[in-house]
């Protein structure tokens, strides 16, 4: 059984390090330090964490948040004995973390995107998960792995991020079935939705405020889009946590049917998020070397950004007329 053998090299292994994707979100955190949380509890082992962007400053409640280090905090010449990416959907989206994954003994991939190619030694991926979370709950529970409550409230947070509170069409039995155990450890569902969804700062509302006056529609409304520029972003002090939940505010709106966010990036490039109600974007999103969800998604595109939505639009018109 898999799972045997992920817990046999967890024994096995000296020195482990858990790499999130870049530009971390609720899930790929919860998953790390819900990981490194069942880990030290099972093996008395701590591991390292590793994050590529800017940590988002929503999730410092999380157990061991303060305990990830950047790329600039761990030395890339070392070889670890295993590693092991969560919510890593593509291995492009570790970075720099790269070279220290193709470094390793073993590697070791936990994800739910339908899109990962099952890159690692060892891979764990369900695209019927709700998340990455939800996966490696599973998982603990095959292993007999105690999950305590700093686990419990990483894997929560995680959970609940990825499904927009329970609310996306991720959400299945299953996933209730998780909460419900996580809840039954002590979590405590009230105190996580405010710590997640109602911190936001006053310069995230009047940042997203702004952005949205700005929104464009076509086809009678069911494309709705927003450029964002880094003059926008320095108009109000924001940073890259301000752009988050943008695009679902986009697919909230009724005649909406696909809504993406094109946000300036310094290396000249534009950076989507899409969202969908209906559509299959992660497959319009693959033409630009991205992917993720059928209804969420995102990619790269190297071109400004007014040249990156008309190639995206375009690439939208030619499956949806």
Not at 16 to 31: A, F, M
Not at 137 to 159: H, P, R, S, V
Request: hydrophobic fraction near 35%.
């Amino acid at each position: 059984m898999e799972s045997s053998k992920l817990n046999d090299i967890i024994k096995s292994s000296k020195n482990i390090l858990i790499i999130s994707h870049v530009n971390p979100d609720g899930d790929t955190l919860g998953s790390m330090c819900g990981l490194y949380s069942v880990i030290f509890e099972h093996f008395k082992k701590k591991c390292d964490m590793l994050t590529l962007s800017k940590l988002p400053d929503v999730y410092s409640f999380m157990p061991h948040y303060n305990e990830i280090k950047h790329l600039d905090d761990i030395d890339n010449s070392r070889e670890y004995d295993l590693v092991i990416n969560v919510d890593v959907a593509a291995i492009d989206r570790i970075c720099g973390g790269k070279i220290l994954f193709d470094k390793a003994k073993i590697t070791v991939n936990i994800d739910h995107h339908k899109t990962n190619n099952a890159y690692g030694d060892l891979n764990f991926i369900d695209p019927d998960a709700s998340s990455t979370g939800e996966v490696l709950f599973e998982l603990f529970e095959q292993m007999g792995w105690k999950i305590n409550l700093d686990c419990a409230i990483c894997l929560y947070t995680a959970i609940l991020t990825d499904t927009g509170s329970f609310r996306f069409d991720n959400t299945k039995p299953k996933t209730f079935e998780c909460a419900s155990k996580l809840v039954e450890l002590g979590v405590n569902p009230s105190d996580m939705y405010k710590k997640v969804y109602e911190s936001d700062s006053k310069t995230l509302v009047m940042f997203q405020a702004y952005c949205l006056s700005k929104a464009k529609f076509l086809n009678d409304d069911k494309i709705a889009y927003i450029s964002v520029y880094r003059k926008d972003l320095e108009k109000f002090s924001a940073n890259e946590e301000c752009m988050e939940g943008l695009t679902e505010k986009l697919r909230a709106i009724v005649s909406t049917q696909i809504a993406f966010v094109a946000k300036e990036m310094k290396s000249g490039g534009t950076k989507i998020s899409m969202r969908s109600k209906s559509i299959d974007i992660a497959e319009i999103c693959s033409v630009f070397n991205g992917g993720g969800h059928k209804f969420a998604a995102g990619c790269t595109i190297k071109a400004p950004v007014e040249k990156a939505c008309k190639l995206l639009l375009e690439e939208i018109e030619k499956r949806y007329r």
